[in-house]
């Protein structure tokens, strides 16, 4: 059952959050659009490779990574997008696209974006394409412990 993995672990840690359904949708827009909530609360996760190690770039849904200033930050040699086939295995328990920002849970850095930590609250995919789970800013960041960067622009 998709979700289960991050909401076993939020209740673990006694975080307050609400689980929102929504009608079937892919991307982070579509996402906001069908659950009406704002695009710059919802958390979209993009796997990207830092050096080879698989991590997790989160920023709001109408964003997309600035590569140069993602390596810049990181003082990285290479930084690149990474393929579905090559990281859905770490995945067993998400559809494919839908994993929730939580790399902790799944053994991966998470770096997320300034303008996503500068909000209150946060959404992101529960692992499926129809549901959201939405909570605390300060409660995600202090179970997650992201490095904070600037590294996302507007599309």
């Given at each position: 059952?998709?979700?289960?993995?991050?909401?076993?672990?939020?209740d673990?840690?006694?975080?307050?959050?609400?689980?929102?359904?929504?009608?079937?949708?892919?991307?982070?827009?579509?996402?906001?659009?069908?659950?009406?909530?704002?695009?710059?609360?919802?958390?979209k996760?993009?796997?990207?490779?830092?050096?080879?190690?698989?991590?997790?770039?989160?920023?709001?849904?109408?964003?997309?990574?600035?590569?140069?200033?993602?390596?810049?930050?990181?003082?990285?040699?290479?930084?690149?997008?990474?393929?579905?086939?090559?990281?859905?295995s770490?995945f067993?328990?998400?559809?494919?696209?839908?994993?929730?920002?939580?790399?902790?849970?799944?053994?991966?850095?998470?770096?997320?974006?300034?303008?996503?930590?500068?909000?209150?609250?946060?959404?992101?995919?529960?692992?499926?394409?129809?549901?959201?789970?939405?909570?605390?800013?300060?409660?995600?960041?202090?179970?997650?412990?992201?490095?904070?960067?600037?590294?996302?622009?507007?599309?």
């Amino acid at each position: 059952m998709p979700g289960r993995k991050v909401k076993e672990f939020l209740d673990a840690a006694g975080v307050k959050y609400v689980t929102v359904t929504h009608s079937e949708a892919f991307t982070a827009q579509e996402i906001a659009a069908t659950s009406h909530i704002s695009g710059s609360e919802i958390a979209k996760t993009v796997m990207v490779a830092i050096d080879g190690v698989m991590s997790m770039a989160v920023m709001t849904a109408p964003s997309e990574i600035d590569f140069h200033l993602l390596k810049k930050a990181l003082g990285a040699n290479r930084v690149e997008l990474m393929d579905e086939d090559a990281f859905i295995s770490r995945f067993p328990d998400c559809d494919t696209g839908a994993m929730p920002p939580f790399g902790n849970l799944y053994d991966m850095p998470v770096y997320v974006d300034s303008q996503l930590a500068a909000d209150d609250e946060i959404a992101f995919n529960a692992g499926s394409h129809t549901e959201l789970i939405r909570m605390a800013y300060a409660d995600y960041e202090r179970l997650v412990r992201p490095t904070v960067l600037m590294f996302a622009c507007a599309i």
